[in-house]
């Protein structure tokens, strides 16, 4: 299977309003960067309880960390009780929650209840988390919930690969996929999880 075919190109994130960032934020300016994106809603248990502290506590573990080289956003995709899930409720909410890193709004479904980057994305439900990585690829795509040790196993392999081809100066990525944290040179990075970098989406796990 190709590299193309096997992660494809993340798609661009269309968001309406950003908080948390005085300018809006591409895909595209963070290449070279890991790029974890917490989808969520407000009325989502699962996000409120679990997810959304969760993303908290890895931006924070990066921060303190010293590394630059992650990046953690959040996109609030709101795909019912659109009355009541506003860029206005989402703001108190943020700030209530003492949520430090950017949010974007997930632009409206044109004459769609689904919004647009949760229709690009093919996301079924909150919370999702996709792991993006330094060449703009779409290397995780999973639905539900995962424990931090899970999810910082995975962000420091695609961090490994970044820096090893900045040590070699390759200029593409390998693309094998898990192979029990070697790559295509045989050369041992941080250990993956168990989990298939690519979980199928699920159905909606906020209860």
Not at 31 to 50: I, N, S, Y
Request: aromatic content about 8%; some cysteine; overall charge neutral.
């Amino acid at each position: 299977m190709s590299d193309r075919a096997e992660f494809p190109a993340a798609p661009p994130l269309r968001v309406a309003q950003w908080f948390n960032s005085k300018q809006a934020i591409t895909l595209d300016e963070l290449r070279g960067k890991v790029v974890l994106v917490h989808t969520f809603q407000m009325l989502c248990h699962a996000c409120v309880m679990h997810a959304t502290p969760q993303a908290v506590r890895l931006w924070q573990h990066y921060r303190e960390d010293g590394n630059n080289n992650v990046v953690v956003l959040g996109l609030h995709t709101v795909f019912e009780h659109h009355d009541v899930m506003t860029p206005a409720a989402l703001a108190v909410y943020l700030y209530e929650f003492r949520v430090p890193f950017p949010v974007g709004v997930d632009m409206a479904g044109i004459g769609d209840p689904i919004p647009q980057t949760m229709r690009d994305y093919h996301t079924q439900g909150t919370p999702t988390t996709l792991l993006i990585d330094g060449a703009g690829r779409l290397r995780k795509h999973h639905f539900g919930l995962e424990s931090d040790q899970q999810l910082i196993a995975d962000i420091d392999y695609l961090r490994w690969k970044i820096s090893r081809r900045r040590r070699t100066g390759a200029h593409q990525l390998p693309a094998h996929g898990i192979r029990d944290g070697l790559d295509d040179q045989g050369a041992r990075g941080p250990a993956l999880g168990e989990r298939p970098w690519f979980a199928a989406p699920g159905r909606d796990a906020r209860g």
